[in-house]
């Protein structure tokens, strides 16, 4: 199975501030990523598809880069509504698995 | 509006049994795989099971095979998941997800709420 591994696992960010989460794949998984955000009791949403490309509706703050083995997904402008849990997902090759997961917290 | 609504979780005994229901509306249902994905109290996501359109491709990954079925009712636009044998370890909150994709490149656009399964004695 390939291995996601995340980064922070947890972080605390000011308002406005640029935020970066890091995603590690053990093998190559050509751009085969999705970001997640979980609120405090609530199910996943989806952010970041395909590595880059931002789903509706999600606001532009949000992006997603990254190639081969490492990815990540960036909060340009730190929002209240941003406290989250954010996890990655790969579908490159079954069985599809997820990061650990990165808590962030407004500082 | 794209809706995932799950029922039938609860309390229930190790080694029993227990059947999810995922209702669907707001897309056409018969058209996309869907999945099961749980989430153990303060842990991360894992797959629990997946289906293809027509519900004869299943697939688990070895935590829950032999225990766990999925199935679907394209009529009713619904997805199912039998849990038996269940174990402590398979407490969690359960969500059923659609499956899309872009260009080949896939992703969960939509989740439930979740349903939440406590095993315990």
């Not at chain 1, 997640?36 to 999600?58: E, H, N």
């Not at chain 1, 880069?65 to 990540?72: P, V």
């Not at chain 2, 519900?55 to 079925?69: L, M």
Request: proline fraction near 4%.
């Amino acid at each position: 199975d390939i291995q996601m591994t995340q980064s922070p696992a947890s972080l605390s960010a000011s308002l406005g501030e640029t935020v970066s989460i890091e995603c590690l794949a053990s093998e190559g998984i050509s751009n085969d990523l999705a970001w997640y955000q979980q609120k405090s009791g609530k199910s996943p949403q989806l952010l970041i598809y395909a590595a880059s490309r931002l789903q509706d509706g999600v606001p532009s703050r949000f992006s997603g880069s990254g190639s081969g083995t490492r990815y990540s997904l960036k909060i340009s402008g730190m929002q209240p509504e941003d406290e989250a849990d954010y996890f990655c997902q790969q579908s490159y090759k079954y069985p599809w698995t997820f990061g650990g997961g990165t808590k962030l917290e407004l500082k | 509006e794209v809706q995932l609504v799950e029922t039938g979780g609860g309390l229930v005994q190790p080694g029993r049994s227990l059947k999810l229901s995922c209702v669907a509306s707001g897309f056409t249902f018969s058209s996309y795989w869907m999945y099961w994905i749980r989430q153990a109290p303060g842990k991360g996501l894992e797959w629990v099971s997946s289906i293809n359109t027509d519900g004869g491709s299943t697939y688990y990954p070895d935590s829950v095979k032999g225990r766990f079925t999925i199935s679907r009712d394209n009529a009713e636009n619904t997805v199912y998941l039998q849990m038996n044998s269940l174990r402590s370890e398979d407490t969690a909150t359960y969500y059923c997800a659609k499956w899309a994709l872009w260009n080949n490149y896939g992703f969960f656009d939509y989740w439930g709420q979740g349903v939440m399964v406590t095993v315990s004695s």
